[in-house]
């Protein structure tokens, strides 16, 4: 279309039947009114309708690289509220379920992702070599598996555990953006206290720490005025924004 648009304009004995006199065809003239568009896959199913609002929650999450809030979500898509954002979430997920969509809207780390279906990873690995860039060696999956369940702890804590030193460990961990410093301890010294990042949550497809395997019996126990979790929507909202 867009070649038979270029002709129109720089050859007259080329132009298309129903262009006009100018050269533009009247196609592009309705592209620039900008109307309202319902886009639909799979068919002209109800819950298959692409109405602008849920083409725009759509397109943002295609784009983005991390989780985002259902508040991030309002804003960046004009919405009236979390609920509706919620909603539109909804209503996709029932559009790809029903034509057998690769992909699908995904909890993780307090929010919400666009993510390819696990059936489809060792195909995906072959693209992008994923594995390859994110594979930890088995001392540092150790270390963050003890950092997992049992944060936030010092070094010498998880030296305590493993029997060995993890200086290079950790710091391996931190540069890869799955551990951090999550404050100080308030013993001798104030060693650094370590914990995972949302990276972490979002590499492994979590919505929190509770969703690990076996959290209940392997986390630490938490004081009883600790929330559940440490990734909270507001904490992901402040992130976001």
């Known amino acids: 279309m867009f070649a038979q648009h270029r002709l129109a304009r720089n050859d007259s004995s080329h132009r298309p ?57 309002m804003q960046l898509a004009t919405l009236a509220d979390p609920q509706e954002a919620r909603q539109i979430l909804d209503q996709l997920n029932r559009a790809y379920d029903r034509v057998g969509s690769a992909f699908r809207i995904e909890s993780v780390a307090a929010g919400y992702q666009l993510l390819t279906r696990p059936q489809y990873a060792f195909w995906l690995g ?81 919505r929190s720490l509770d969703a690990l395997p076996m959290a209940n019996s392997l986390r630490k126990p938490r004081p009883s005025a600790e929330p559940a979790s440490e990734d909270t929507e507001g904490t992901a909202d402040a992130a976001a924004a």
Not at 54 to 72: H, K, P, Y
Not at 165 to 194: A, H, T, W
Request: hydrophobic share 40%; aromatic share 6%; net charge positive.
């Open 17 to 73: 039947a129903n262009a006009n006199p100018d050269g533009r065809h009247w196609l592009f003239r309705l592209r620039r009114e900008e109307r309202p568009v319902a886009f639909t896959l799979g068919g002209a199913h109800p819950e298959c309708i692409r109405a602008p609002r849920m083409a725009r929650v759509e397109a943002i999450l295609f784009v983005s690289q991390t989780a985002l809030s259902l508040r991030r979500i």
């Open 126 to 206: 072959k693209l992008h070599q994923r594995q390859a860039e994110l594979k930890l060696t088995p001392p540092a999956l150790e270390t963050l598996a003890i950092i997992a369940y049992r944060q936030p702890l010092t070094r010498a804590e998880i030296e305590g555990i493993r029997g060995v030193q993890c200086v290079d460990m950790i710091k391996q961990l931190m540069d890869r953006g799955l551990v951090r410093i999550g404050g100080e301890d308030n013993s001798l010294g104030r060693p650094f206290l370590y914990e995972t990042t949302r990276q972490f949550l979002e590499l492994f497809g979590l």
